[in-house]
């Protein structure tokens, strides 16, 4: 499975696909230099239990770290997965 990450102007996406097929999508809003809100997460049904938006938050996690910015999950799917996932709190905002 491949992860890109796009933006443009005010707004972003982690996009995965396997092949041409589309996988699933995780969108944002830059609300600063220092600061994104996620606010959805979609899931093609035929990916569904493989993980897909998990992958997705983490590579949008990779460039948070990477960028020194903070996240507010405002998605009800990643708003769960900071709750439950330690390991990405450091960049919770």
Known sequence: MEIIIKERDNKGFALATEGDTRAGTMTYSIAGSDH???????????????????????????????????????????AAMFKKLEDIQDVLR
């Open 36 to 78: 994104i809100i996620i606010d959805h997460t979609e899931v093609d049904p035929a990916f569904k239990g493989k993980s897909v938006g998990k992958q997705l938050l983490y590579k949008i996690v990779e460039m948070a770290r990477e960028k020194n910015i903070k996240i507010t999950p405002l998605c009800p799917f990643a």
